[in-house]
Structure formats: structure tokens, C-alpha cells
């Protein structure tokens, strides 16, 4: 084989590495977004509220990549407009990473897109003033079910843990549930 056609081997091969490369694009699949970003909260309320949180963040970000292309064909395009060895050179290094900016921005459009599509999945979408009033609940729920995880891996609820139980206003009724089971296990 001469260098000619190794060459073109291994163009073509670059070429599906960066289409694989393409293909894999995205920073959390849906299954992520759905179980530990949205998920990780018990309430709809909470679930909607980190949905909208999570999509201004994608928006920005998106929105922000655009414009960054934008800015660097530009100063491609003014670099190699001055005929000069060496602009062509930066030019060439600009391209690079506009490559890596553009295959960054087909995972966020995928992820954004996934977003939009559990955004609209809520038949309810929540005021500000629902989302506070669902606050105590959300809070006694997901206090407790940590304080239950910490004693269920054998070891005991921490300090800070206790103490923001008492600032919510539930660590009573909790050490209340914790003698009854105790009562139960016969402990």
C-alpha cells in the first residue's frame, strides 16, 4: 500500500471517528434527566421547578454557542482574508475548535431537546406560589426518606442532618418514628 492510499485510509477513518463521535453527543441521556436530575425530587411541584431550572441553564448555554460560531467563522473568515501564512495557520486552529464547539452543541440540542419534551410532559405547570406552598411537604418528605438511607446503611443520622430535621420543624415526629420501629423490631 503506498502513502497515497494510507492517507486515504486514514482520512475515511477520521471521518467515521468523528461521525461515532458525533452520534454519542450528549451530556445526560434521558434517563438520567428523568431519574436523578427531575427525579431526585418527590413532588411534581419540585420535578417542574428543576425541569425549568435545568432548561434556563441549557437555553443560555445553547444560546451562548451560537454565538460563539458565529464569532469565530468571523475571525476565520478575517484571517484567512489576509493572504498571510500564518493567519491561515490560526485560522486552521480556530476550526478545530469550532469543530469541538459544534459537536458540543448536537449533545446540548439533544439534551435541551429532551428537556423541552419532560417540560411539556407536566399536565400542570406550577406557579412560584404553588411551588412554595408545596415546600413543607417536599422537605418533611425528603428529610426523612435521607435521615431513613443513613439508618438503613447502619450507620446513624449526622449532626447537620438532625439539625436542619429541627429547622423544618419535624425532627420530633421523625424520633417519634424511629422509637415505634424500634418498638416493632423489638430493640
Known sequence: MDSQ????RKDTMLEDIEKAIAEVQQPRSRFQLERFVTGQ???????????????????Y????????????????ERLRSSGDELDELKAQEKEIGLRQTRLAMVGAERELNHLIEIWDSFDHKYTREEIEAAQPDYWQ????????????SGGGVNAAHIEAMDQAGMLENFLEEVAESKKELGK
Open 41 to 59: 425530587h418527590g413532588t411534581p411541584e419540585m420535578q417542574y421547578y428543576q425541569t425549568c431550572i435545568e432548561l434556563q441553564d441549557m437555553i
Open 141 to 152: 418528605d425528603r428529610l426523612s426518606g435521607n435521615a431513613r438511607a443513613m439508618l438503613m
Open 61 to 76: 448555554k445553547y444560546q451562548n454557542a451560537q454565538i460563539a460560531v458565529k464569532k469565530q467563522e468571523l475571525k476565520i
Open 5 to 8: 492510499d494510507s492517507k486515504m
